[in-house]
């Protein structure tokens, strides 16, 4: 049965670099049909996509974040890293990982997210 | 970015109802659009994937449908359990983007 679960700091003062940590069970991050994406949401807020990394390093990130996004992967230890630099307080999100299933047919690939994390709280304030 | 649109926003369903719930991209996705079901507190889940497949676990209630730009989520007859936030993501291309939730709620 595959797993993940989040981990890191609960608060984070502005301007501060934020470093989470999502390990994951039952499932290598070399398997070929695999990634794991990173999402947020905000208090009351819609879901919000932050990147993701493949089995084969393959990384892409949001528009709005990605100069200050580094996602990276530690296939030993099953865990997958997201480094968010400049924290701000709109940054104060629930922050999620899960599982980015893959099927491809042809030369179009499918992508779900499935299962997530419970997802960790990460507020930024001073 | 592709936008992704839903409506209702939310709605008001007694047990027993037939509910619809549609979302709309801003361009062409084929059938790249997922549905998912989020309970306060909770983690989203998958409920449908490519459009139409059913992830596997979920009643047979859960439908999806709809190809290009609009799509539809129906659940057949309502269920006590099911009173949640639904929404819609696709995976067309990236950067991947989900729609704002429709909230179904007791009426």
């Known amino acids: 049965q595959v797993s993940l679960k989040e981990s890191g700091p609960v608060l984070v003062t502005p301007t501060e670099t934020l470093t989470l940590t999502c390990s994951v069970s039952?499932?290598?991050?070399?398997?070929?049909?695999?990634?794991v994406s990173w999402i947020r949401q905000a208090p009351g807020k819609a879901l919000e996509w932050i990147g993701h990394?493949?089995?084969?390093?393959?990384?892409s990130y949001s528009t709005s974040l990605k100069t200050r996004l580094t996602i990276s992967k530690d296939t030993s230890k099953s865990q997958v890293v997201l480094i968010m630099t400049n924290m701000d307080p709109v940054d104060t999100a629930t922050y999620y990982c899960?599982?980015?299933?893959?099927?491809?047919?042809?030369?179009?690939?499918?992508?779900?997210?499935?299962?997530w994390g419970q997802g960790t709280l990460v507020t930024v304030s001073s | 970015d592709i936008q992704m649109t839903q409506s209702p926003s939310s709605l008001s369903a007694s047990v027993g109802d037939r509910v619809t719930i549609t979302c709309r991209a801003s361009?062409?996705?084929?059938?790249?659009l997922n549905w998912y079901q989020q309970k306060a507190g909770k983690a989203p889940k998958l409920l449908i994937y490519?459009?139409?497949k059913s992830q596997n676990g979920v009643p047979s209630r859960f439908s999806g449908s709809g190809s290009g730009t609009d799509f539809t989520l129906t659940v057949s007859t309502l269920q006590p359990e099911d009173f949640a936030t639904y929404c819609c993501?696709?995976?067309?291309?990236?950067?991947?983007?989900f729609g704002p939730g429709t909230t179904v709620d007791f009426k």
């Open positions: 899960a599982r980015t299933q893959i099927y491809c047919s042809g030369r179009s690939c499918q992508n779900w997210f499935d299962p």
């Open positions: 039952g499932l290598s991050l070399s398997n070929a049909r695999t990634g």
């Open positions: 990394i493949f089995s084969n390093d393959e990384k």
């Open positions: 361009q062409n996705i084929s059938t790249f």
């Open positions: 490519a459009a139409s």
């Open positions: 993501q696709q995976s067309y291309t990236t950067p991947f983007t």
